[in-house]
């Protein structure tokens, strides 16, 4: 089955719904970041260091990636940068677009998948900012080698990913205070549903997940040409049980090196 228009048309749905990542930011919060009192977060609940941005924003070229929703793209825009925001989901795309059009901002949407940037020419962008969704894709070594072609020299790429961790888990005995290790990594969604359950959660329009080692974060940033240059952690807020124990997301800041001669 094509996994990229599934998960496109579920997001679509998360947005009629009003999940949480979905949600555009407010007037007051584009004000504030004109103004110069902006923050963004690429996992759940702490924002990116500023340190992680140049002083300033101005016309600096940032591709928000699989960041529809009206969150990060328009709160960087309000800040000075020139920003192109791309995403699978037509929906969280309109949410960016409500948001400049709401608030004067100027950016630009392209709807696509976050492993093949071929709308976009090689060396473009100065900074790219990946909120957490290669959880979407199942082969994140695409993700990272295009980020790498599109940025120049010395860019940077932000990037929020799962811990592997989180998904060993069983979801429905978490959510009962049980935490039973259940499911392997490297792994997805559907492997150990069985055929009837797979037909319920495609039909529920539910999100196909891949579960992805530390390697192929972490590791594979490194194999496309990234030196990392910062790294935190990151959890639920709280609002799971694994927060008691461990946090389960992460943010890398990588640089893209200049090709040895």
Request: proline share 3%; with cysteine.
């Amino acid at each position: 089955m094509d996994s990229t228009l599934h998960n496109s048309n579920a997001w679509d749905q998360k947005v009629e719904e009003g999940a949480r990542y979905t949600q555009a930011v407010s007037k007051e919060t584009i004000e504030e970041s004109k103004k110069g009192n902006w923050s963004i977060t690429v996992t759940t609940e702490k924002q990116v260091p500023r340190e992680w941005f140049p002083s300033s924003l101005d016309g600096v070229k940032v591709l928000c990636l699989a960041s529809g929703g009206g969150q990060q793209g328009p709160v960087l825009a309000a800040a000075g940068a020139a920003v192109t925001v791309m995403d699978i989901s037509k929906k969280q795309l309109e949410q960016d677009e409500f948001v400049a059009k709401r608030d004067g901002l100027e950016l630009k949407t392209v709807q696509g998948d976050m492993t093949d940037l071929h709308a976009f020419d090689d060396e473009i962008f100065d900074i790219v900012v990946n909120p957490v969704s290669n959880v979407f894709v199942q082969n994140v070594a695409s993700v990272w080698k295009e980020a790498s072609r599109v940025l120049k020299n010395n860019g940077v790429l932000i990037s929020g990913s799962t811990n592997p961790l989180l998904f060993i888990f069983d979801d429905r005995e978490e959510q009962k205070g049980i935490l039973d290790v259940k499911h392997a990594v490297p792994s997805s969604t559907l492997d150990t549903l069985s055929e009837e359950e797979i037909e319920e959660h495609l039909k529920a329009n539910q999100t196909i997940e891949y579960a992805h080692t530390l390697e192929e974060l972490i590791q594979g940033q490194l194999d496309a040409g990234f030196l990392l240059s910062g790294f935190y952690e990151d959890d639920f807020g709280g609002s799971r049980i694994l927060d008691r124990y461990i946090k389960t997301f992460f943010a890398t800041r990588a640089i893209k090196m200049s090709p040895t001669v």
